[in-house]
């Protein structure tokens, strides 16, 4: 299931029962009433009339997510098994293959494998279309269901069927299930650099990232040239986690805002003085899965100078997502505000558009596999102020920096060829990490 940005309150929505007003108030009443008299009329017409007998709590589920799934595709009710998927979002660990998935028109789509898991190493890739599940189709059946399906006991094999485009033919891809660990946060020093990857937006990733910076000191010695913050792939999570990992890099000023359908409806959140990088540089890591709360901090660093945002343009989801408790096991997804950059910016649709562009060129599909982005999904929120990045992104003239194949990098020993980049540019800033926080 894929990762929303959640905005969670303790919050009981329930409906107003209100005297009908007089003017407009009453006219507005009176032709809800009539929507809901025809509501009413198929509602009970299936009841007595469908070929089987159907359950209440199907017709009523099924009526809510197909009012939520005209709103925006990150709105929904949520049940038992979505608020089960929730608490191992957040807190839990599974058994399972490690992707990130969303439903597009009854298929299941893959967002981003997460690194170091059986999808990822089976050669998942974003923009996948998974078919089938140990040979059975489930093309139809509800999200789910298929995630249901792709968890087992760890150390049982499971086989998907997947359908790249650019592809001509279906591939078959047999993966063994491990427990996934939810580790929010790694960390590693690479030629006195320390690399912070930062996998999703959890309930510890604010204290993980922290936690991982004073390692890497304590590694050194000292402290090191500079920071690489990872966030690709990475679908996002929690606002306030987004917000502390932000923080962390920040020594003062806006790091989002969130703003609702009125005007005067804006939340702000600031940093507090305190840079625990020293004003070391850093460099951003983004490509098309890097989503939501990933983007917050990428914007934020962007837009304060306080680091060097490396990659593609990100996936563009610049909604909050409020969660609106029902009942114990029950709740409310809804699409409550938009989020803005420090400088203002809204990146719903257009993405961040990163300061240096750098093709992931040790991935051998990156030229002609499509890119999925929230721009992509039916019925996503318009953003008037976007810029048309197309031309830019279908430019075909080759950057010589970028001019090496697969093959060469392979052979140079490059598996990662956006962090080599990334590892060699803090390097060319040699012995200057004031430069970032004099800016």
């Known amino acids: 299931m894929s990762r929303p940005l959640l905005q969670v309150t303790a919050a009981v929505s329930a409906l107003a029962l209100m005297p009908i007003a007089t003017g407009a108030m009453a006219q507005v009443d009176t032709g809800a009433y009539r929507e809901l008299d025809t509501f009413m009329d198929i509602y009970n017409r299936v009841k007595a009339e469908y070929v089987d007998r159907v359950d209440n709590k199907v017709l009523v589920k099924g009526a809510i997510q197909g009012m939520l799934s005209a709103l925006d595709p990150h709105s929904a009710y949520v049940d038992e098994g979505d608020f089960e998927n929730l608490r191992i979002q957040t807190e839990g660990n599974y058994g399972g293959l490690g992707l990130t998935v969303t439903q597009e028109d009854g298929a299941v789509k893959v967002i981003a494998p997460t690194a170091d898991t059986p999808a990822a190493r089976a050669g998942m890739k974003p923009g996948d279309y998974i078919t089938h599940i140990d040979g059975k189709l489930i093309f139809g059946e509800t999200l789910d269901a298929a995630v249901a399906t792709m968890r087992g006991p760890p150390g049982s094999k499971v086989t998907l069927t997947v359908v790249r485009p650019g592809r001509d033919k279906p591939m078959e891809l047999t993966m063994v299930r491990e427990i996934i660990i939810q580790k929010p946060v790694k960390w590693e020093v690479k030629d ?93 890591l983004v490509d098309a899965g890097t989503a939501s709360a990933s983007e917050i901090v990428a914007g934020a660093l962007q837009d304060h100078h306080r680091a060097i945002v490396m990659g593609e343009r990100t996936f563009g989801k610049g909604s909050v997502q409020t969660l609106l408790q029902l009942g114990p096991r029950n709740a409310l997804r809804l699409t409550t505000a938009r989020y803005y950059t420090p400088a203002g910016k809204s990146v719903q649709e257009g993405g961040i558009e990163p300061d240096l562009i750098v093709p992931q060129l040790s991935d051998p599909d990156y030229k002609t596999r499509p890119v999925f982005r929230e721009a992509d999904l039916r019925r996503h929120l318009i953003n008037e102020t976007k810029v048309d990045n197309k031309a830019l992104e279908e430019d075909e003239k080759t950057d010589p920096r970028f001019a090496a194949t697969h093959e060469e990098l392979k052979k140079k020993g490059v598996e990662d060829f956006q962090l080599d980049y990334a590892l060699k540019t803090l390097g060319r800033l040699g012995d200057a990490p004031q430069l970032a926080a004099r800016r």
């Open 192 to 284: 006195d650099i320390g690399v912070v990857t930062i996998t999703t937006f959890s309930a510890s990733t604010g204290a993980d990232t922290r936690a991982a910076m004073v390692a890497i000191e304590k590694s050194l010695g000292r402290r090191p040239k500079g920071y690489i913050v990872d966030l690709r792939s990475n679908g996002g999570g929690l606002l306030n986690q987004a917000i502390e990992v932000s923080d962390v890099f920040l020594e003062r000023g806006e790091i989002v805002s969130q703003r609702g359908r009125e005007r005067s409806d804006i939340e702000r959140y600031y940093a507090r003085p305190g840079d625990l990088a020293k004003g070391a540089p850093v460099i951003v």
